[in-house]
């Protein structure tokens, strides 16, 4: 039976997202997301915010570019995606283990919020992590109108 690694995250940026280039030019976004939830405190009947966790999520290429002019600090946004653990070394030769959520969509929550959105012209960069990063490679291209059994 095979399993599955998908991950659904909605929750508030607490940062801009961090748009940086890998040496060989490849865009990617970092940004973390604070999950919370309401309860009510059986004591006081009053609401709650608890908080479940903080998430680093990563978006590449053109998608990071995307994210970086569209989000921003305290935006609500869903993210479905991978979690990855990697592992790396400090500065005092400590190995460190973490797990960061390399997303697949990444999009505002219209639940207390509008959007507009605006189609961007591509110039044939594909999405997903990049090759030898560890992820899933990147989703093919959709096929052409020709290439649809219907």
């Known amino acids: 039976m095979a399993t599955e690694n998908t991950i659904t995250l909605v929750g508030n940026l607490t940062d801009d ?13 970092n940004m973390r997301v604070a999950v919370n939830r309401r309860i009510r405190n059986r004591d006081t009947n009053e609401w709650e915010d608890r908080t479940d966790g903080f998430f680093n999520v990563n978006v590449w290429r053109d998608y990071a570019e995307n ?12 993210v479905t995606g991978r979690l990855i653990s990697r592992s790396y070394e400090d500065r005092e030769g400590q190995t460190r283990w973490v797990t960061e959520v390399e997303a697949d969509e990444v999009c505002p929550s219209l639940r ?7 189609k961007v012209s591509r110039g044939g960069g594909g999405r997903g992590a990049p090759a030898g990063h560890g992820g899933a490679p990147p989703p093919a291209a959709p096929p052409s109108t020709d290439d649809v059994p219907f």
């Open 67 to 78: 994210a970086a002019e569209s989000l921003a600090r305290g935006t609500r946004v869903l």
């Open 17 to 29: 997202p961090e748009l940086r280039y890998t040496p060989s030019g490849v865009a990617v976004a």
């Open 112 to 118: 207390w919020a509008t959007a507009k959105v605006s």
